[in-house]
């Protein structure tokens, strides 16, 4: 062999084929000298192709100058810019998500100042912590302000002794007229503090003594109900069945109300007793029932299969009837 020639041929590392020294590829497998395996078309020269017949900086259309396949005609002196790669849909997808992340932390950080700036030009501070009483809620009505039934087992209200229908009328000295001015006293009276309670029942006036509490213990004593391990009691009628009536045959100048059973359910707890509908249950485990409410609470605080006396007003007639009750 032509040692000249020697001198201008190399051998490619790859496929073994004969190659010109000064290319750094082979054009036969694309191994690139020193570095591996390249994509052909980034250091490629153009051959066969008149010098000057390629336009500017533009690719060459493959039919005008015979690419064949992975083999390519190349013009010396010229080369193929290699296309730049494309972002994938994984990429844009992730590009997206962390604009979306950066842009809401942005926007809560922007918002949140501007909401407590809000709040404060407003004045909405939390509202302030009051003593609770432990009924269901006040309501307005003639001589100061009564409620439906005390709750839960243990409040305050329970612990004095008022029941459902009671008219407070006046509290810790203060006259109360409506249930806002109840709700403006609870809020003056220090937590724990023990006041005096004026009320009216049966066209009666009595006092009690009260002492408030906070709402956390509010809240704690609504749960060791709701929790009860021993369950709650049931009566064994419907409790949309009822009403608040006046009972017949009290003496004259008094109005005693009562609750009268419209539906007794069969072979439950008052029906086993002998309850009949109709009947008008004034008191209850020696509680004064006066609302639905509150003999629907007394009710429910029963220890099932414990036995609770009653009394009912059967006509001009009052019954006490023992109830074995039942549970929930």
């Known amino acids: 062999?032509?040692?000249?020639?020697?001198?201008?041929?190399?051998?490619?590392?790859?496929?073994?084929?004969?190659?010109?020294?000064?290319?750094?590829?082979?054009?036969?497998?694309?191994?690139?000298?020193g570095e591996g395996t390249a994509e052909y078309t980034e250091t490629v020269r153009f051959q066969n192709v008149p010098v000057g017949t390629l336009p500017g900086n533009s690719p060459p259309n493959p039919s005008a100058y015979g690419f064949n396949g992975g083999a390519m005609a190349v013009a010396p002196g010229r080369k193929i810019r290699k296309r730049r790669g494309h972002l994938s849909g994984m990429s844009w997808m992730f590009i997206g998500l962390l604009i979306f992340f950066i842009a809401a932390a942005g926007f809560t950080a922007i918002i949140k100042p501007i909401r407590q700036n809000i709040q404060i030009r407003m004045g909405q501070p939390p509202p302030p912590a009051r003593s609770y009483a432990g009924v269901n809620s006040f309501s307005t009505t003639d001589g100061g302000v009564t409620f439906d039934n005390v709750e839960p087992p243990g409040s305050p209200a329970d612990k004095a002794g008022l029941v459902g229908g009671d008219i407070i009328t006046t509290v810790d000295g203060q006259p109360v007229h409506s249930d806002d001015e109840m709700m403006e006293i609870l809020r003056r009276i220090p937590i724990g503090k023990t006041v005096d309670v004026i009320y009216i029942r049966d066209g009666d006036t009595k006092?009690?003594?009260?002492?408030?509490?906070?709402?956390?213990?509010?809240?704690?004593?609504?749960?060791?109900?709701?929790?009860?391990?021993?369950?709650?009691?049931?009566?064994?009628?419907?409790?949309?069945?009822?009403?608040?009536?006046?009972?017949?045959?009290?003496?004259?100048?008094?109005?005693?109300?009562?609750?009268?059973?419209?539906?007794?359910?069969?072979?439950?707890?008052?029906?086993?007793?002998?309850?009949?509908?109709?009947?008008?249950?004034?008191?209850?485990?020696?509680?004064?029932?006066?609302?639905?409410?509150?003999?629907?609470?007394?009710?429910?605080?029963?220890?099932?299969?414990?036995?609770?006396?009653?009394?009912?007003?059967?006509g001009d007639e009052r019954l006490e009837i023992p109830v074995k009750m039942g549970k929930q």
């Open 1 to 33: 062999m032509n040692p000249e020639m020697d001198a201008a041929v190399t051998t490619c590392g790859n496929c073994h084929s004969p190659m010109p020294k000064e290319l750094r590829f082979c054009r036969n497998c694309g191994f690139r000298l």
């Open 207 to 314: 006092t009690t003594k009260l002492t408030t509490i906070s709402k956390a213990d509010f809240d704690r004593l609504a749960r060791q109900f709701h929790d009860r391990p021993e369950g709650r009691g049931q009566f064994g009628y419907d409790d949309d069945e009822m009403e608040r009536v006046e009972v017949p045959g009290t003496k004259p100048g008094t109005k005693i109300f009562g609750v009268r059973l419209k539906s007794i359910l069969q072979s439950r707890a008052a029906d086993l007793a002998g309850v009949k509908d109709g009947d008008i249950v004034i008191e209850f485990a020696g509680i004064p029932i006066r609302t639905p409410e509150e003999f629907q609470s007394r009710a429910l605080r029963a220890v099932p299969y414990s036995t609770i006396k009653m009394a009912v007003m059967r």
